[in-house]
């Protein structure tokens, strides 16, 4: 009952989250330099696409447009290519001199 009154405040507010971080993403990226601005590509692809995903579920909550299994889709698409940035930065932070495994 609680959920269901609060829910759409609650959808409000990624979607205001989501688009903070792409704003922030797109902001950053002039500023890097060499690999780590290509693996900060990889992480502002990730935030872009949870960007899409939170309108896209905005869209469904409001009632405004939906496909039937879109949302999760784009929740997969989201997922990995979050992942994938992350095995990045990984491999990147690996790579750094002077650090104890």
Known sequence: MIFEIIEPYLEAVNLIL???LVAFGVGIMPRLKGELKNAW???LLAI???GVHEIIGSLAEFNI???EGFYAFTE???ITAFLFS???FKRLFD????KRK
């Open 95 to 98: 790579r750094i001199p002077g």
């Open 86 to 88: 992350v095995f990045v």
């Open 41 to 43: 590509g990889y992480f």
């Open 18 to 20: 989501a688009l903070v």
């Open 48 to 50: 872009l696409l949870f």
């Open 65 to 67: 447009f939906e496909i």
């Open 76 to 78: 997969f698409i989201f």
